[in-house]
C-alpha cells in the first residue's frame, strides 16, 4: 500500500475515534447532569391524596415501586461515582460497604478490597446491586489517585 493511502485511513480512523470519544463525553455530560438534579425518593403514603385509606394490595404495590426506584437511582449513583472516578484518573478503587447487620455476605467479603474499575468482581461494582437482596446496595467506592 502507497504511504499517502495509509496515512487517509489513519486520518479517517482517527477523526471517526475522536468523534465516538466525544459523542461518549457528551453522553456522560448529560447523564451526570441530570443525575444531579434528581429529587428525593419519598416513601409511599398510606393515604391516598383525597383522604380514602389504600388498600393492602395498593399499599404493597406502592412499597414495590418504591423499592424499583431505590434500587434504580443506587445504580445510577454508581453509574456516576464511575464516570467521576475516571475523569479524574482513578484506574482503581477500594470496595467500602454499610458494615451492619443488613449489609450481604458478599459486600462484606469485599469491604476494603482494591479492585480495577476496568475489570470489576463477579459480584459487580459497588452500588450496582447485583448481589444483594432486591438489588440494594449501599457500597460505594473509594478512588485510589496515584
Known sequence: MEPGILLIVFVIC?????????????????????????????????????????????????????LLDLARAGKDSAKAEKIKHKRLGATHYIWRSADDA??????KKNNGKKFAWDRPPKTGHPGEGLCCPRNLCRCYPEAIIK
Open 14 to 66: 482517527l477523526i471517526i475515534y475522536k468523534a465516538r470519544k466525544k459523542r461518549r463525553l457528551k453522553k456522560e455530560d448529560i447523564f451526570l447532569s441530570n443525575h444531579e438534579k434528581r429529587k428525593r425518593i419519598s416513601y409511599p403514603k398510606a393515604k391516598h391524596k383525597d383522604g380514602r385509606i389504600k388498600t393492602p394490595q395498593e399499599r404493597e404495590q406502592d412499597l414495590e415501586n418504591y
Open 102 to 107: 443488613d449489609t450481604c455476605i458478599e459486600c
